[in-house]
C-alpha cells in the first residue's frame, strides 16, 4: 500500500487580513484548503494534516478547524476514514455522465426532495449519476453551503447542474446570480427547478421545469368563490420565490372573473407563526377563506388559528397549495394543488439531456400540470350543492 503523502509543508497558512478586513478563521482554513485542491496542490488521495496540525497553522482551535473540514466534506471533496485520517477524494466516474443538484433548501422545502427522487427513477437518468449536496436548517449557512457546493461540481467538472435558487433571504438574488454565473463562466448547463431566479419580467438565459403558478392561485381562489366565500386573503412569508408573485397574480385574476373588487388589504406578507400578525390580519381584513403561498404556510396557519379557538372550515376555510406528504395528515385535513413531484424531476433530467444533446434549442419553460386535491379545510363539505368554477 502506497504511503500518502506528507502535505503539511504545502500549507503555508494565507494573510490574517484582506483588503483592510480581518478574515474569520473558519473562513481562512476552508478557503486555503479548498483552493488548494481546486488548484491541484492537493492531489485525490493526498491526507491532509491532522486537525491538531491545521489548527497550530492557523492559531485556530480544532473545532473552528473540524467545521471547516466538515464543509469540505459535505462537498465532497474529502473523506474520513477512521485511524487514517482526513484525503482528498477521488472523483467517482459513472458509466455515464454525472450531474449536481444545486437546492440550497433540500430537507427544508418539502416539494424537493420528492423532485430528485422522480430524476433517479427517470428511466432517462441511467446510467448517469446524481451528486446530492447537504443542506443546513439556517437560510444564511444554506446560502453559504450554495456557493461552495458550486465550486466543488465546477471541479468535478459535472455535465449539468439542476438549481433550485435560493428563497426566504434578502440575499437571494444576488446569491442565486452568484451561481448562475459561475456556473455559466465553466460553461455548464443548468435546469432551474420550480422558479426562475430573476424577478419579473427578466428571464434568465436557462430552461425552466415547474408548473404554472399563476394557474394555480387561480384554481386555488376559484374553488374557494364557488363555496360562496366572498371576503378572501391571500397569505404569503416575505421574501419568498417569484412563484408565490405567480401565485398572488392568479388569486386576483380569479377575483375579477367573479366580479370581485380586489381589496388593498387582500394580499398579507408575514409569519404566519406571528400570533400579533395574524391577529391583525384577522381585524383588518376579516376573511372568510384564506389562500396560502403553499402547504407550509397553510401548516402553521391552522396551527395557530386552532390555537386561538378559530373553527377550520366553519369560521375560516384554508387553501394551499402544493400537497406535500402531511397536508392529509393536518388536524384539519387541508385542501390544496397537487404537484406532480415525481414528474418534474423526470421532465427536468429530460430536459437537461436534450439541452445536452441540443445546445442551439431556445430556452423553455416546460411546465407540468396540477390538479385540486379537495380535503375538509376548505369547506366544500359545508356547501354540497357548490360546484368549482
Known amino acids: 500500500m502506497a504511503t500518502p503523502r506528507d502535505t503539511t509543508s504545502k500549507l503555508s497558512p494565507p494573510p490574517a487580513a484582506e483588503g483592510g478586513r480581518q478574515i474569520a478563521k473558519h473562513r481562512r482554513v476552508f478557503e486555503h484548503l479548498l483552493k488548494s485542491i481546486q488548484s491541484g496542490q492537493l492531489k485525490p488521495g493526498d491526507r491532509l494534516p491532522s486537525e491538531a496540525e491545521l489548527g497550530r497553522m492557523f492559531e485556530a482551535s480544532r473545532i ?14 474529502v473523506t474520513r476514514r477512521p485511524g487514517a485520517g482526513t484525503h482528498v477524494q477521488k472523483v467517482q466516474q459513472a458509466a455515464g455522465r454525472t450531474f449536481g443538484l444545486l437546492i440550497p433548501e433540500l430537507g427544508l422545502t418539502e416539494i424537493f426532495e420528492p423532485i430528485c427522487h422522480g430524476m433517479m427513477r427517470s428511466p432517462f437518468a441511467r446510467p448517469d449519476a446524481l ?15 450554495a456557493e461552495q457546493l458550486v465550486h466543488s461540481f465546477i471541479v468535478q467538472k459535472v455535465a449539468g447542474v439542476f438549481f433550485a435558487p435560493l428563497e426566504l433571504t434578502r440575499e437571494k438574488e444576488a446569491v442565486n446570480r452568484r451561481i448562475a454565473r459561475a456556473l455559466e463562466r465553466a460553461q455548464i448547463p443548468v435546469v432551474l427547478l ?114 386561538l379557538g378559530v373553527r377550520i372550515p366553519e369560521e375560516i376555510r384554508i387553501v394551499g397549495m402544493d400537497d406535500v406528504k402531511y397536508a392529509s395528515l393536518l388536524p384539519v385535513p387541508l385542501t390544496t394543488i397537487h404537484q406532480d413531484c415525481a414528474g418534474i424531476g423526470a421532465v427536468a433530467m429530460a430536459t437537461m439531456l436534450e439541452r445536452l444533446e441540443h445546445p442551439e434549442l431556445p430556452v423553455r419553460d416546460v411546465l407540468v400540470p396540477t390538479r385540486l386535491v379537495v380535503r375538509r379545510s376548505c369547506g366544500a363539505h359545508l356547501n354540497p350543492e357548490s360546484v368549482d368554477a
Open 131 to 145: 451528486l446530492w449536496g447537504n443542506s443546513s436548517s439556517s437560510v444564511r449557512e444554506t446560502a453559504k453551503e
Open 64 to 77: 473552528t478547524v473540524a467545521k471547516a473540514v466538515l464543509d469540505l466534506q459535505r462537498m465532497g471533496l
Open 194 to 307: 420550480d422558479r426562475c431566479y430573476m424577478p419579473y419580467p427578466e428571464r434568465s438565459a436557462h430552461d425552466l421545469v415547474g408548473v404554472d403558478n399563476r394557474r394555480a392561485g387561480f384554481v386555488a381562489t376559484s374553488h374557494l368563490l364557488a363555496q360562496k366565500v366572498r371576503r378572501l386573503v391571500f397569505l404569503g412569508e416575505p421574501d419568498t420565490a417569484n412563484t408565490v408573485d405567480a401565485r398572488i397574480t392568479g388569486f386576483y385574476e380569479a377575483l375579477r372573473s367573479s366580479g370581485i373588487s380586489a381589496e388593498r388589504d387582500a394580499v398579507w406578507r408575514g409569519s404566519p407563526q406571528d400570533e400579533g400578525f395574524v391577529k391583525r390580519m384577522l381585524d383588518v381584513a376579516r376573511p372568510e377563506g384564506i389562500v396560502c403561498a403553499n402547504d407550509l404556510t397553510a401548516a402553521r396557519l391552522m396551527q395557530l388559528l386552532l390555537g
